[in-house]
């Protein structure tokens, strides 16, 4: 017995009826529903948390060029990627790798310089490939000339500091295409309804204190984060005070001096629904500065370590940096102590000054 079968069908499922067969009882041959994909598109971006965020904005473009497209994302934080504009979100384990190696796909971008991800770059059959692979020497390389720039800045310190491109147009530079703007794509979570308790007035400012254990060089003072805590009090504004398991016990001795709130550390999800609470985040380089962009919170970035050129704030906020020179280049740890040079007056002024905008 022959039946059509429509292996090309965005609804098609491979090893059971799609939703609408088991609800109108409809086959492939007569389908209303039948929707072609007219290409496949494999992005592997695992990598932390705010680089999956930030990595976000190349959807809006590829579903502009590829709107037939079907969309598999390879992450180890698949919570991150959005559902709206991926079809297939896979989380980097065993089963999912297995599956790609024997899958082939009509455009593969591979963002992550990583070896895993390179490796896999190389195995999985594409038409098209984008980003980075491995070399004959197993080691990281550009797969084609649109990835040469962002490679030779990774591995030259005076090329990265001479760059003058933000990480989204870098991203975009690397897939091809032109940057215009386009912004992340960041959810919110509002939907898990959440419930807060945040004994603050607003303007809320959201004072997120830590950048991970590694990196020591990008730290702020405790004792600065308390005294912007308590000043911007002061003032009038509500704070709220930010951070992970890491900077738990500083988080409560911030509080408990300033007479600001902290609520504790949460899962991801419900981190991100906290700091859209916030009208303001202060932060170091780290996770959360990319949820607050994501989010279009007005920020003040802290930098020491990279060239401020990498951000892309949207008009949101500004960078402050040490009011010393400093080399710390992707440092982890600073022989001059320069975090302490990016003073609390000029914090609050910034506060003040993005507020009343």
Not at 42 to 69: E, F, H, N, Q
Not at 98 to 112: E, M
Request: with cysteine.
């Amino acid at each position: 017995m022959k039946i059509k079968v429509n292996h090309d069908c965005r609804y098609f499922r491979g090893d059971i009826p799609c939703s609408f067969h088991k609800k109108e009882k409809v086959i492939c041959e007569t389908c209303p529903y039948y929707d072609p994909i007219k290409q496949t598109i494999l992005i592997i971006k695992l990598g932390a948390a705010g680089d999956v965020i930030r990595t976000t904005p190349i959807l809006r473009k590829l579903k502009a060029v590829y709107p037939a497209s079907e969309i598999t994302w390879l992450t180890l934080t698949p919570e991150l990627v959005p559902s709206d504009w991926v079809d297939r979100i896979l989380k980097f384990d065993l089963k999912n790798i297995v599956t790609l190696q024997a899958s082939c796909f009509d455009l593969l971008i591979n963002l992550d310089k990583d070896y895993e991800a390179c490796a896999l770059a190389n195995q999985i059959s594409a038409n098209e490939k984008k980003g980075f692979g491995l070399s004959r020497w197993n080691k990281c390389q550009p797969i084609d000339s649109d990835s040469e720039a962002k490679f030779l800045t990774g591995i030259f310190d005076h090329l990265n500091k001479n760059n003058t491109k933000s990480y989204p147009q870098e991203l975009f530079e690397i897939c091809g295409y032109e940057f215009q703007g386009e912004k992340y794509i960041l959810s919110n979570f509002a939907a898990h309804n959440y419930q807060w308790k945040i004994n603050e007035q607003h303007p809320l400012v959201g004072l997120n204190t830590g950048c991970g254990s590694r990196w020591t060089s990008r730290l702020w003072p405790e004792k600065n984060w308390i005294d912007l805590a308590s000043r911007l009090k002061q003032n009038g504004k509500g704070v709220l005070i930010l951070g992970g398991p890491d900077e738990h016990e500083k988080n409560i001795r911030i509080a408990e001096q300033s007479g600001t709130t902290y609520l504790g550390h949460f899962p991801l999800r419900q981190f991100v629904n906290l700091v859209d609470q916030c009208d303001l985040v202060v932060t170091a380089v780290t996770m959360a500065t990319h949820i607050a962009i994501g989010l279009e919170k007005k920020i003040v970035l802290f930098n020491n370590t990279f060239n401020k050129y990498e951000f892309e704030l949207y008009g949101l906020g500004e960078v402050v940096e040490p009011a010393i020179e400093c080399d710390c280049f992707f440092a982890r740890e600073c022989p001059n102590n320069c975090m302490e040079h990016i003073y609390v007056e000029t914090v609050l002024e910034t506060c003040e000054r993005l507020l009343k905008g």
